[in-house]
Each structure stands twice: as structure tokens, then as C-alpha cells.
């Protein structure tokens, strides 16, 4: 058994430094994250501050600048990211570089890299307490922009509504990039501000993953996030795993669109922790149910019976809820929807194959070990692992997969509560309304 690879320290009052040596990808990669609770109040204004700092700073208070900078680093990448941690965001900054060896004039592109990160995350563009106008401007743009996205992508549109009846006033069902009536309040000044909060309340993960001594940076960031390096700082704890119980009776709600094609979301909630002994079962579940091209739900619903679009089973580990959602004609809702119940009953008696278990064995596999195919989805890995305090490598969750068994799989089918039923209703005839496309909708499995 590989031993656990992510080696953290504390490095001051809520800062923590870890490294995951791999020399395979010849590249290294840095990423700092500053992991805040998700609250209505301040959603929208963390992620504009996300992008204004993954776009420009001080140092390169252009985007052209920036971007001159990455090429001088031989094509290196860098930007911010948002992710939600179950009740908490995180706001991550990274940068990618080739290895330090393969440069041709002997450059140090592992510091360069961490200069580079450190200037998005402490030097902004911010004079006389406000963002710089243009890049303000641009990226409040750009995110009510992505913010609208939602409505027109009905199939993403859909699976929020549902999640936010699901967990109602929960921090976890808030959309990520906030509400567009808060973003048109906010002024080049306020989101300074922002800025200035996240940095006294957040925790900071900092991850190396990939080639070079990560030792030689770590004085830098020790330096930068040194105690007192922001006036008031108080960093959040990380919030205690809530489970929420199901309604005591199930919620139902409809919207109506103009588009041809309905979208049918049923959500269940199971009492899981992100940890938890049950998750590798529910998992496994999760997967024979709807979460492969070989699920009772693609090929009985969607298949043999011609009933939807699409149909697929999620698992959300953070907040304990499997989400069924369907692309599904108008005049087929209700019989997709009592399919679909009929595919969880059978679950439930245990009506599946050794040859499913084995496809959904073989899927879920394939996907931790495709972790570790890049820097990033090793670094996004490790960083939910730390923040959920977990210490699991990608091949010890395949081990705990291989390990369970049909009777732990029929259990955790039974743990099943539902919760709601949301319809997202076409009003439109064939020619009528330009459809949507449907893309892949994924969740924290």
C-alpha cells in the first residue's frame, strides 16, 4: 500500500503548506486556496473577487501582461477557480509550470510560479481602496454573464432548483457565483472590501504537487502568510457535517419554460458522511442505479422504454443526496417518472447482476485512477480530502470499492429517502423554441 502522499504543515494562524511529489508529470504545479463559508450575503461578491484576481494584479495589471508573463514562463498556465466544499467555497489560485530542469537558460520557474500566485492572492489591483475600474468592469460582466448561463442551460437550471428545495436555507444549496441582484450592487470599493474579508476569515491550503524541492518555496509563502501579514485575521473553522433529514412529506414543484424538451429531477436523501463506512456501497449503487451507459436507468428507462432523453444518477457525498435527472418529452413525464421509481424498488429487492456490479466496479475504478492524470485533478483531490480531514489515496477508495459486497449495496439502496420531485416543464411544441443542450451534470460523488 502506497503511504498517504499529501505531507502538510502549518505555517501560521490558519495557513497550511503540503506538498505531493510526482515526478512523472515533469511540470509542478502551485495552488493556494482560501476556503470561506458559503453564505448568501457573500457568495456573489467571492466570486467576483475569484476572477478580478485570476485575471490581473499589481505586478500585471493587464491581461496582456499577465499573459506575457505566462509565455515568458515557457507556456505556463495560471488562473482562479471556485469550488463548493460542502457548507464552504474555496477560491483557488494556481499556477503550472514546466520542470525547472527542462528550462533553457536555467530559470527557476518554481519560485516564478510562486511569485507569480502569491501576487494574484496578496497583490491585487487595488488603488486607493477600490479595484481598478476596467478590470472591475470586465469581470462583473463576465460573471452575470455566467450567472444568466444557468437559466439557459436547462438541464444545470433544473438540478440547482432542485437542490435548493432540497436544502432550503442550507449554505450548501447556494448557487456558486452568487445572485445577479447582489452583483449590481456591488462597486469597485465593496468588492475591495470583500477582498479584505476574505483574506481575515479564510483558512489557507497551499499544495505543491509535481516535480521539484518544494522545501526551497516553502520559506516564501512562510514569509508572505507570516502572522499578522492581515490586520484582524480570525480564520473560519471547518464547519461540523450536519446531516439534514428528509421531509415529512415529499416536496413537488414546476416551473414552466418555452422549450420543447421537460427536465424531470428526483431527489433522495441518504444519511451519509463524506467519509462515512457507507460511501464506497453508495457509490457503488449510485453507479449500477444511473451513474454508467450500462445503469438500470439508461438502458430500462432511457433504452428499452424510449422514455427520456437521458437519465442519470448522481451522488452528492457533502450533503447526502442522490439526484435522478431526465431529459423527458412533455406527455411522458408521468410515465418516466413511476420508470424511474420502478428502478429504484428493484435496487432496493436487490434486482441486479453480478455482471452490473462488476461495470460499475470497473467505472468507478477507472475514474479515481484517472486522478492522478494531471496536476490539477490531484491537487483538486487532495484538497477535498484535507478539508473534509480524510486521508485516503485514489487506490485505497478503489480497494474499499472492490470490497464491498451485494448485501452492502441492497442496504444502501434502502437507505433511500425521498425528498423531491421538481418538473421543469416545456411548453413548446416541436419548431416552436430552440432546445437546449444537455451536458454532463456531475456532483461531489
Known amino acids: 500500500m502506497k503511504p498517504f502522499p499529501h505531507k502538510t504543515t502549518s505555517i501560521g494562524n490558519g495557513v497550511s503548506f503540503g506538498t505531493i511529489p510526482m515526478e512523472r508529470f515533469q511540470s509542478s504545479l502551485i495552488a493556494v486556496s482560501l476556503i470561506v463559508p458559503l453564505s448568501s450575503e457573500t457568495v456573489t461578491e467571492n466570486a467576483l473577487v475569484s476572477l478580478m484576481l485570476g485575471r490581473s494584479t499589481a ?35 494556481a ?16 519560485m516564478e510560479s510562486a511569485k507569480l500566485v502569491l501576487s494574484m492572492v496578496l497583490h491585487p489591483l487595488i488603488e486607493d481602496g477600490a479595484f481598478a475600474e476596467e478590470t472591475f468592469r470586465l469581470q462583473k460582466k463576465y460573471l452575470a454573464d455566467s450567472i444568466r448561463a444557468e437559466i439557459n442551460e436547462k438541464r444545470r437550471y433544473a438540478v440547482n432548483q432542485t437542490l435548493r428545495l432540497m436544502l432550503g436555507d442550507e449554505p450548501g444549496g447556494l448557487p456558486l ?11 469597485p470599493q465593496s468588492a475591495a472590501e470583500a477582498y479584505a474579508r476574505i483574506l481575515r476569515e479564510c483558512r489557507i491550503e497551499i499544495i505543491h504537487v509535481g516535480t521539484g524541492d518544494a522545501k526551497r518555496i516553502q520559506p516564501l509563502f512562510e514569509e508572505a502568510f507570516r502572522d499578522g501579514f492581515v490586520e484582524g485575521r480570525n480564520p473560519c473553522t471547518r464547519p461540523a457535517f450536519r446531516p439534514i433529514p428528509a421531509p ?34 453508495m457509490r457503488m449503487m449510485v453507479a449500477i442505479l444511473g451513474g454508467t451507459a450500462t445503469s438500470k436507468l439508461f438502458l430500462n428507462v432511457r433504452e428499452k422504454q424510449g422514455l427520456c432523453y437521458y437519465c442519470g444518477a448522481n451522488l452528492d457525498r457533502t450533503k447526502g443526496i442522490i439526484l435522478i435527472d431526465s431529459g423527458v418529452r412533455p406527455d411522458k413525464v408521468e410515465a418516466a417518472k413511476e ?9 432496493q429487492k436487490g434486482e441486479f447482476t453480478d455482471e452490473d456490479i462488476r461495470f460499475a466496479l470497473l467505472s468507478l475504478q ?10 490539477f485533478s490531484v491537487e483538486s483531490y487532495y484538497r477535498a480530502q484535507k478539508v473534509f480531514g ?12 472492490s470490497a464491498v459486497t451485494r448485501e452492502e449495496i441492497v442496504k444502501a439502496a434502502n437507505m433511500l429517502q425521498l425528498d423531491t420531485v421538481y418538473l421543469l416543464n416545456g411548453t413548446a411544441s416541436e419548431g416552436e423554441a430552440e432546445e437546449d443542450c444537455d451536458g454532463e451534470v456531475s456532483y461531489d460523488g
Not at 177 to 187: N, S
Open 59 to 93: 505586478d500585471y495589471p493587464t491581461y496582456r501582461l499577465f499573459s506575457r508573463n505566462l509565455n515568458r514562463l515557457y507556456g505556463a498556465v495560471a488562473g482562479s477557480s471556485l469550488q463548493k466544499l460542502g457548507d464552504e467555497e474555496s477560491l483557488t489560485f
Open 95 to 110: 499556477a503550472s509550470t514546466i520542470d525547472s530542469g527542462l528550462a533553457l537558460h536555467g530559470e527557476d520557474l518554481l
Open 177 to 187: 457565483y452568487g445572485f445577479l441582484d447582489k452583483l449590481e450592487k456591488i462597486t
Open 248 to 281: 415529512s412529506s415529499v416536496k413537488t414543484a414546476s416551473d414552466d419554460f418555452e422549450v420543447v424538451q421537460s427536465k424531470l429531477c428526483i431527489g433522495y436523501r441518504v444519511n451519509l458522511t463524506p467519509g462515512g463506512e457507507e460511501l464506497s456501497a
Open 339 to 347: 420508470a424511474i421509481f420502478r428502478e429504484v424498488e428493484a435496487m
Open 366 to 375: 477507472n475514474t479515481f485512477r484517472s486522478v492522478e492524470e494531471s496536476p
Open 390 to 401: 480524510i486521508k485516503e489515496t485514489p487506490e485505497d477508495q478503489c480497494r474499499k470499492l
